[in-house]
Nanobody, 123 residues
Framework: QLQLVESGGGLVQPGGSLRLSCTAS????????VGWFRQAPGKDREAVSY????????NYTDSVKGRFSISRDNAKNTVYLQMNSLKPEDAAVYYC????????????????WGQGTQVIVSS
């Protein structure tokens, strides 16, 4: 069974950058399309970005286009989310997802979730 572990979250000032990592174990991540979702307090979990199995296709929600970049290293069983020019509204718990991930993404179809990593954007 696929297991996902996110890392790289933390506190950053507005305008700063973070790189999130999602590392898989149990199965090869190359077998899956992967998505990043986020959930802020009191809000629904929303899809942020998507990458296909061999990175042929990537997608982003409108609010992060031009600032976030998704990539993957299948040899390392890892997907990354580079987040630049962070805004306070980007603050949330970020989750990695695999299995049932498409774009547009539907969180109800996701099979595997990581535990999440918190991103705080504050001065």
């Amino acid at each position: 069974q696929l297991q996902l572990v996110e890392s790289g979250g933390g506190l950053v000032q507005p305008g700063g950058s973070l790189r999130l990592s999602c590392t898989a174990s149990g199965e090869t991540l190359a077998a899956y399309n992967v998505g990043w979702f986020r959930q802020a307090p009191g809000k629904d979990r929303e899809a942020v970005s998507y990458i296909s199995r061999f990175a042929v296709s990537t997608n982003y929600t409108d609010s992060v286009k031009g600032r976030f970049s998704i990539s993957r290293d299948n040899a390392k069983n890892t997907v990354y989310l580079q987040m630049n020019s962070l805004k306070p509204e980007d603050a949330a718990v970020y989750y990695c997802a695999a299995g049932g991930v498409t774009w547009p993404a539907n969180r109800n179809q996701v099979v595997y979730w990581g535990q999440g990593t918190q991103v705080i954007v504050s001065s």
